[in-house]
C-alpha cells in the first residue's frame, strides 16, 4: 500500500495537473471501488481545481464551488497525467462502451492492464487529462462539503501529521500508560498519520528501539518523553522527509503520476532485508523478520532493545 511519502509525491504532482484547471468531464467506467462513486461525481464537471492537499493518506482536491473530492489510493491506485497533445495522440474513438455509453479507456498502454481498469478519467477544458488506475480497487473516492471535512468519518479521527508541530512531548502524552508495543502504536492512525509499516521499521532501526518494547517504558513517570522516544520522534520525521525528498518508495504498483517510481527502497536499513547483516556500525547483527499486528516487522535483535 502507498504509505504518506507515495501518497505525497502524487499530490505533488497533481498539483501541476490539477490546479487551476476547470474540469470539462468525468469519465466514470465503474460504480465504484471499495465503496461506490458518490452519486453526484459528475457534477463536479464545470468546476475549477483550486488546490491538491493531503491529510494522512489521503488526497482532498479543493473545488471553486466549495466542495472537496477526496481519494485514497487503497492499495494499488494511480493517477497518470496526460498533456493535450499527449491525449489527442493515445485517445483515439473507440466503439466499445461501458457504464451505458462510456468510451472505452484507450490509454492501456501507459496506464496498463490494457486500459481494463482505468476506471475514472477527468478531463479538462484545456484538453488535458488524467486517468485513475486501480486494478485492486482498493481506493476510495468521495465528495463532500468543505465545511463538513471536520467531521467527515474518513478524517475526524485522525492524529497529528508526523512533521515540525508534532513532538516527543505530543507522543508522550498519547502513550502513557499504553502497554502495546511501539511500533503498533506507530501505525496507529489515531496516534499519528501515515507512519506506516515500512517507515516505523526503518524510524526504530534507527533510534535503536525493538518494536515489541512496550510504548510505556519510554514516557517517564511525570508525563515527559524518554530520550528514546525523543529519537524516535526525530527519526520518524527524518526517515518520511528523505522518502518524499526520494519520489516515494518502488514498492508494489506504486507509481507517482509521470510513470517514474520512487528510489527510496535503495535506502532501507532492515525492511526486505531478513537475514541479511545490520549496516549499524560494529554491529554484528542479523536482520530477522516477525510478525506484528498480521504485518512483517523487520529488526536487528543485537542493536534494538
Not at 536499513?269 to 547483516?277: F, K, L, M
Request: glycine content about 10%; overall charge neutral.
Amino acid at each position: 500500500m502507498p504509505e504518506l511519502p507515495e501518497v505525497e509525491t502524487v499530490r505533488q504532482g497533481l498539483i501541476q495537473g490539477f490546479k487551476g484547471k476547470t474540469i470539462r468531464d468525468v469519465l466514470v467506467r465503474r460504480e465504484g471501488l471499495r465503496f461506490p462513486f458518490p452519486e453526484d461525481l459528475p457534477t463536479i464537471a464545470g468546476t475549477t481545481v483550486e488546490d491538491v492537499r493531503r491529510r494522512a493518506k489521503y488526497l482532498l482536491i479543493d473545488l471553486d464551488d466549495g466542495r472537496v473530492l477526496l481519494s485514497h489510493l487503497g492499495m494499488s491506485g494511480r493517477y497518470t497525467l496526460f498533456s493535450s497533445e499527449e491525449a489527442d495522440a493515445v485517445s483515439i474513438p473507440l466503439l466499445e462502451t461501458v457504464n451505458g455509453g462510456v468510451p472505452v479507456s484507450s490509454f492501456g498502454q501507459r496506464t496498463g492492464y490494457g486500459g481494463k481498469h482505468d476506471h475514472l478519467e477527468f478531463i479538462f477544458t484545456d484538453g488535458s487529462r488524467a486517468v485513475y488506475t486501480d486494478p485492486r480497487r482498493f481506493g476510495i473516492v468521495d465528495l463532500f462539503h468543505r465545511m463538513d471535512e471536520p467531521v467527515h468519518a474518513l478524517l475526524e479521527r485522525l492524529g497529528p501529521e508526523p512533521f515540525e508541530h508534532w513532538t516527543a512531548a505530543d507522543l508522550a502524552r498519547t502513550l502513557q500508560g499504553r502497554k502495546v508495543a511501539i511500533k503498533t502504536a506507530l501505525l496507529n492512525q489515531h496516534i499519528v498519520v501515515g507512519v506506516g509499516n515500512i517507515y516505523a521499521c526503518e524510524a526504530l532501526h534507527r533510534s535503536g528501539l525493538s518494536p515489541t518494547r512496550e510504548a510505556r517504558t519510554l514516557v517517564r513517570k511525570n508525563g515527559k518523553p524518554t530520550r528514546k522516544l525523543e529519537r524516535l520522534v526525530d527519526e520518524v520525521k527524518s526517515v518520511i522527509n528523505e522518502a518524499i525528498a526520494s519520489g516515494g518508495s518502488t514498492l508494489n504498483d506504486f507509481a507517482s503520476v509521470d510513470g517514474t517510481l520512487g528510489y527510496f527502497s535503495h535506502q532501507f536499513t532492515v525492511y526486505g532485508r531478513e537475514d541479511e547483516p545490520c549496516v549499524s556500525e560494529e554491529c554484528g547483527g542479523v536482520i530477522e523478520r516477525i510478525t506484528q499486528s498480521n504485518r512483517s516487522t523487520f529488526l536487528c535483535p543485537r542493536c534494538q532493545r
